[in-house]
């Protein structure tokens, strides 16, 4: 079993800035590939942006491209998002998530093995 803990969410003006942390513990963490994802009210779970197990490979979605970037600290089991140029569309319940198969990044929620709780992002306009 892996446990995931968020935090870092809140309250931002758009144009903001945020940092998210997700904090592992239970297995060995630098086995799991990790991805970040959101749900807004009212829609489905989707992916944000994802990492391999080195930090060598992510990937994102298109709507986060240029201004979010996951990364990783192995030594410290935490996995980060930071987001930037914040937009009110960027309001959601964001989730971390675990994927056993660590060499490669992933974008389907099925694809991973692990969840943690969330944590609520808001922007306001």
């Known amino acids: 079993q892996v446990q995931l803990v968020e935090s870092g969410g809140g309250l931002v003006q758009a144009g903001g800035s945020l940092r998210l942390s997700c904090a592992a513990s239970g297995r060995t963490f630098s086995n799991y590939a990790m991805g970040w994802f959101r749900q807004a009210p009212g829609k489905e779970r989707e992916f944000v942006a994802a990492?391999?197990?080195?930090?060598?490979?992510?990937q994102y979605a298109d709507s986060v491209k240029g201004r979010f970037t996951i990364s990783r600290d192995n030594a410290k089991n935490t996995v980060y998002l930071q987001m930037n140029s914040l937009k009110p569309e960027d309001t959601a319940v964001y989730y971390c998530?675990?994927?056993?198969?660590?060499?490669?990044?992933?974008?389907?929620?099925?694809?991973?093995?692990?969840w943690g709780q969330g944590t609520q992002v808001t922007v306001s306009s």
């Open positions: 998530a675990a994927d056993s198969q660590r060499y490669l990044t992933k974008t389907a929620r099925a694809s991973y093995d692990y």
């Open positions: 990492i391999n197990w080195s930090g060598s490979s992510t």
